[in-house]
């Protein structure tokens, strides 16, 4: 009966130890923090400022919008992020929450809208512009000074 007892009493404690509280959080057009029947978007965010994990935000109808990865709380790695009819808007990356690496978007057809990399925040390298149709009309260097 102890036994049984000091068992529960082991994974209750792991479970508590392990678990991450988490908070729904809503954003209007901007992406300001605001009350459920104003906003546009939500996200389910993990109250600790230094987690690290996924993290995903949707429109306020249920779609996905976006997800991201976090180490210590900040955007590391890749992200992407989805038009309201699931069609791929934006893939990018982060480097301690700063954009940082290639970024390709996309119209909600599907086709190419322009593609380019940042370093350390801005702009930099040759970005490629496309129209509707997936011709690209417009080059040029944004070199990141």
Request: contains cysteine.
């Amino acid at each position: 009966m102890i036994s049984k007892f000091i068992f529960a009493l082991i994974i209750t404690s792991t479970q508590l130890l392990f678990s991450q509280k988490t908070d729904t959080v809503y954003y209007d057009k901007e992406w300001e923090k605001c009350p459920k029947d104003l906003a546009f978007y939500y996200g389910i965010r993990k109250v600790d400022a230094t987690y690290s994990g996924s993290e995903t935000a949707y429109y306020i109808t249920g779609e996905k919008h976006s997800s991201k990865k976090l180490k210590n709380g900040s955007e590391q790695g890749e992200a992407t992020w989805w038009y309201k009819n699931g069609q791929k808007w934006c893939v990018g990356h982060y480097n301690l929450g700063i954009e940082d690496g290639p970024y390709i978007f996309w119209y909600p057809n599907g086709k190419l809208q322009e593609e380019g990399i940042y370093v350390n925040g801005a702009r930099d390298d040759n970005w490629k512009y496309y129209d509707k149709s997936g011709f690209r009309f417009y080059e040029y260097n944004e070199v990141n000074k």
